[in-house]
């Protein structure tokens, strides 16, 4: 691995006790280390760099989500999905390893060089009070930040070795030479979990909940610090943690108390947000989502999502391509599969009578605008054969592969041409946790730990039947019959908590995790798409096609570590199968 030495990069920022609300999007400088410990305001540089690696990620999940059945690429056949990839080539998470070390390495020389050298956030004595409980939060983030890059290299590197040894990471605790990195070896699994545990507890020990009230009433944390570590993100991950840990990839013992342990720390964080709440309506422009628990703030001009979402006739790419299966998985409008013999579907005309969620998510054939599906305002999407929306059917070499574009993140569409650009310079936030995701865990973990979908368990307060509910009432489903009867039935329920959190976190780059964790990668369906053909009399006619092969193997449950890593350092093990 690459990493500096006696080289910060820091990020010049006048930061002041009014606040820092845009302290994403800071120019760097490279500042020697001298520099940075005479340097107060300044040097917390080191920790504000970091957040750039995590921001603004919507293209790297989509092209995750390409390794699923949710969707494809618009131009060419998605790389690694057959199984195509081994540690010598080019890996879908190569980055990551490099990244997480180089971060956690930063984290150190941000706690050496400035926390634990004791450099006020503000050198004055009347400043002191203030300038302590900055000093806490960043000492706090620190660790959050620190936490979360283990997390990732968990996430994408956890696997067994060849013995059978369930192993994560190389721990790091402090400042390392280049030299000892290259000597370290993988943890093991349940090691790096309470190596995460630990440092989010320091987190929660010294950051605020949420950030909250004016800069006037809450110097450095009040809604203006938005987009930091908080308390209830830290609460999050290890939520989120753990469920992993207890997910058959990972805990191939099936040992009960890891879900029961998931179930508690998913419990935790709905009580510390104030019990079991109504979800907000779906809004990534709204940057004060009480929802979107981590949320990473981005350039108010920014409009590439509209650039690369949009279809050809609104003057965008069509880059993004939802499947035929992903359509498939949105129920009716009163919540029933569209497979159930009570379904509203008729595949005569399969985008009527759906799930709210479809019309949010998917621009579909015959799509009129965001806010409802009878909406005439303006021409319909012509995705059938020969319209516009189709491939090349307004731009030469350009268009839906599927069938279909994808609209979720879009907000406030307006599909008149003469007004586009008006539409697309929203403010943009990117969610790393949410509320929607701590809800699906505790579902999956009680329904696993328990068995039981319509009770509370000893000492949690709400059941996996409760928590599913809330979400699907933000999809509109206030009676929600199917549920009362999948509810009652152990396999039915257990696929509807994975068809909401597909649905839900679709195009988050979660599906491929959960495939993994879920051992069910193995079983992923080939890709489609459907072929419309507009009849003589105006209707439509709907032809399932394949669009992309799918084929994974059991070594897919876990991903590789990379070549050049194994090849610098020989101390480290493999995961089975690579």
Known sequence: MKLTKNILIIITLMLCITGCNDFLEDTLQYTSEEEVITSGLRSRGIIEDIYTDYSFRYFTDFSVEYLTDNGVLNSSETNYANNNWGAAESHPYNYVWQQSYNNIRQVYQYIDLVHDAGLPYLPSEASQPFSDKIVARYYGEAHFLKAWAEWELLKIYGGPSADGTMLGFPIVNGTLENE?????????YDECVDQIMADLDVAIENLPLIYSGSENDNPGYSDLETGRASGLAAYALKAKVALFAASPAFNPSNDNSKWVLAAEYAHEVIEQNGGLKSLQPFNNSREDNPDQIWRMRNSRNNNSLEQRLYPPTLYGQG??????????????????????????????????????????????????????????NYNALEMFEGGLDNFGGFIPNEGTRTGYYLKKYLNNLNFDPSAINATTTLPKVYV??????????YAEAVYNAYGQAETAPPGLNYSAKEVIAEIRKRAGFTSDPYLDEAAADANLFENLIKNERRIELCFTGERFHDLRRWKDIVNIENVNGVKITKNEDETFSYDNIQVEARGYGNKNYYLPLPYDELIINTNLKQNQGW
Do not use: H, M, W
């Open 432 to 441: 790393q946790l949410g509320l929607t995701d701590i809800y699906l865990s």
């Open 180 to 188: 000892e990195y290259a000597t370290l070896s993988r943890n093991t």
């Open 319 to 376: 880059e993004v391509n939802p499947s035929q299966n992903l359509v498939d998985a949105f129920p009716d409008s009163n919540g029933y599969p569209i497979s159930n013999a009570s379904s509203l579907y008729d595949p005569a005309t399969p985008y009527s009578s759906r799930d709210n969620r479809f019309y949010k998510f998917i621009f579909y054939n015959g799509d009129q605008c965001f806010q409802s599906e009878n909406c005439t």
